[in-house]
């Protein structure tokens, strides 16, 4: 069996997959994406996630391109039909097709996308030893709230830090401050053990991972602090970590040349890692 | 004859054509793209166009999809197809079809589209009133020198002025001094007669109309200044104008509620317009 992908209305083989030219997500950038995790056979946070999909098309003036329950219902079927365990499915939003031109159009039908992707475990070594970050200059436009597939600084990020050996790059506004990552949020550890990560604003997106597990650490009873960092503190702190959808919680130890508190993944990130992880083994929504 | 478009590496009737759904201009707006105007059968500017299209793919370090006489072959050979006498044709390229994921892929194939679409002429109306233009915040990237797909703070601005009435949005820095339109250069002439436009930098495209005028300004002796200014002095000058590809020259006669000049179409403004048209009778690449 094909993989399977569901453009626009018809289930399709993956690779046969097509979108018009015209499509305005393909001449624009005209439109917004969610990624959600599915872990053993369950869907994680996917209301939260539906609710931002919902909020970045109200951003850009956009209606949801199908009621939520019938986005619901077709992520399950593609996933079904794919067969995946593990991994995530994406699901993209763009305006729809029309000639082009920069102003919206009137009668363009939003367009949707769904895809699947089983994926591997995250890899022992990586955990072990936790990831190294390098910092970039964040040049990105300043609605990174919404979630949209505007996403060129992004993988300019991304495509630095491939290149220097590290797993993520950390984007600092003009003040040295952290924003986050390119494709994930950004936490540290202070010395007296209170949890830092960036207030969500304009400047980052508002990560649902970022968000569960800020309600974990209150659970627990962390100190919590959402406040900017800047990256001098980040690098003198006693842990650092980044959370996403497809990341998890995973830890930081090197931030540029800097050796993040004693060079290994910090306890109290192990922690947080584990509460994720009983938390997406006891709470997803079912396939 | 049904009108085509060119979609890697073939003619297609431009309706079917397609690309695919991992196509990374459609899901990180990781291109670039080209407007070149067909005038009188003749292309305009060409030679800079493809000279920045090739500058655009650097900064993105990709290469050009095909050689530049097979990109000048192609788009003749389309332009016969679809008989377009007067209009543009638009050429875009993207780092190709690959898994999603934000650093670049090692083996995707640049994507190449190529489309063309007959206009009409600019309406008599606009040009004997001018145009209108509203200012917004330049919430943009640092880098609008590289011209990306990634248009979605462009089409925001264009979309913000349709809503108000106005033909464009002039985009204002943080500093208060106008960057330039969402698709259009920005100009004023100042109470003594010197042609004001934004120097080339990050914060604005190198507009190829724009880089002409200065050249037929400084052919013709009248003076110019390329400095920054802001939209206050924009507002209490002797005349404004936009330049772009498919604008050409055109007279900016309201900036927000303030009128220019005696809110009539500038006597420099109308010169250059008629300088840019003789220069594109003159001038234009044969197809």
């Known amino acids: 069996m094909p993989r399977e992908a569901f453009v626009n209305g018809r289930y399709v083989p993956h690779n046969q997959g097509a979108v018009h030219i015209e499509d305005r997500g393909y001449q624009f950038a005209d439109g917004v994406y969610e990624v959600v995790t599915i872990f053993d056979g ?5 209301g939260p996630h539906l609710d931002r999909l919902e909020r970045s098309l109200k951003a850009l003036c956009m209606d949801m391109p199908m009621s939520r329950p019938a986005i619901k219902l077709v992520a399950r079927e593609l996933i079904r039909r794919n067969g995946v365990t593990n991994g995530i499915i994406y699901m993209q939003v763009t305006r729809g097709v029309a000639p082009r031109d920069h102003k919206f159009p009137n009668d363009a039908r939003p367009a949707l996308v769904m895809t699947t992707r089983q994926t591997k475990p995250q890899s022992a070594k990586l955990l072990a030893e936790g990831a190294k970050v390098i910092s970039v200059p964040d040049i990105r436009w300043t609605r990174c709230d919404i979630k949209s597939i505007s996403l060129l600084p992004n993988i300019l990020a991304k495509q630095e830090a491939a290149e220097a050996g ?3 790059a950390w984007q600092v506004d003009r003040e040295g401050m952290v924003t986050e990552g390119s494709s994930t949020n950004a936490w540290i550890v202070t010395g007296d053990g209170k949890v830092v990560t960036r207030a969500a604003s304009n400047a980052i997106l508002s990560g649902i991972t970022r968000r569960t597990l800020i309600k974990l650490i209150q659970a627990e009873g962390y100190e919590l602090e959402e406040r900017a960092f800047s990256l ?8 650092a970590f980044i959370t996403s959808s497809s990341s998890y919680v995973l830890p930081v130890t090197q931030i540029d040349d800097a050796t993040v508190g ?3 993944p910090g306890l109290l990130s192990g922690k947080l890692r584990q509460h994720y992880s009983d938390y997406m083994a006891s709470a997803g929504d079912p396939i």
Chains 1, 2 share one sequence.
């Open 42 to 46: 369950a869907l994680i946070d996917e």
């Open 166 to 168: 590290a797993y993520e």
């Open 232 to 239: 001098e503190e980040a690098k003198v702190a006693r842990e």
């Open 262 to 264: 004693n060079g290994h």
